[in-house]
């Protein structure tokens, strides 16, 4: 019975809730937390988005890209736009995509979280004039590199 309940989709929409709370939350002395789960809810949002897409990710992303804009940077722009261009683009291939192994999957899924940080950083800067130093660059690159192997094994062991 509980497995009928907790579907992994179910499972995977709670750590969306759970990592983008934490990540809006500052902890101002342990700034690093705020970063960890920030980098694991694009890591959950993308995994998500790769192995259980359904149309009703478009309203995800919208309400998720909504709110980091309202609570990080007081403007809807930059993660609204990101996260509905990996969206559209994940639509346009993803029949190629799984086409690929899962060790290749799981490159792309890296690729792409780092794509996506890094133009959400662009796009703050272009639409909002909010500049990232290359030190908070350099942690979230570096906070993705060591989560990110953990993170997929982690979603892997959900999904089964």
Not at 103 to 122: A, C, D, K, P
Not at 136 to 145: A, D, E, G, H, V
């Amino acid at each position: 019975m509980n497995s009928k309940f907790f579907t992994s989709s179910l499972i995977f929409n709670i750590l969306l809730i759970i990592s983008f709370s934490i990540s809006v939350n500052t902890f101002v002395e342990i700034q690093i937390i705020n970063y960890i789960f920030y980098i694991f809810f694009h890591l959950t949002f993308i995994y998500f988005l790769f192995y259980h897409y359904h149309y009703l990710i478009y309203f995800i992303g919208l309400l998720y890209g909504v709110l980091f804009d309202i609570l990080l940077l007081n403007d809807i722009s930059s993660h609204l736009v990101c996260f509905i261009l990996l969206i559209t683009i994940f639509v346009l291939t993803k029949k190629y995509l799984f086409l690929l192994s899962s060790n290749q999957i799981s490159l792309i899924i890296f690729i792409t979280l780092i794509t996506i940080l890094i133009f959400e950083g662009i796009f703050a800067y272009l639409l909002n004039n909010i500049t990232f130093s290359n030190t908070q660059m350099i942690n979230l690159l570096t906070i993705s590199l060591i989560i990110f192997i953990p993170s997929i094994l982690f979603f892997n062991k959900l999904d089964k």
